[in-house]
């Protein structure tokens, strides 16, 4: 039976109006989109280009969290 994970992903519309998604569990694993059906089409397939390498499949592994929070931060 195939393991399931719940991974969380960012997105945000940048300024030229493209979707662009990082999954923050592996380390440059983002990409982008011109909607946003195309963005998780392509997160999920750098995902598994990511997951080709032995040390990301160990950070799947690992990866165990209890809750996630996103938040945002006013900076001036």
């Not at 998604?21 to 392509?42: H, I, R």
């Amino acid at each position: 039976m195939e393991k399931h994970y719940q991974l969380p992903i960012l997105t945000e519309k940048d300024e030229d109006g493209f979707y662009v998604v990082e999954c923050p569990v592996f380390s440059g694993c983002y990409t982008q989109g011109k909607t946003m059906d195309e963005a998780l089409e392509n997160i999920r397939e750098v995902i598994d280009l990511c997951l080709e390498e032995k040390e990301n499949k160990e950070t799947l592994e690992n990866f165990h969290p209890q809750e996630l929070i996103f938040s945002t931060l006013s900076y001036a």
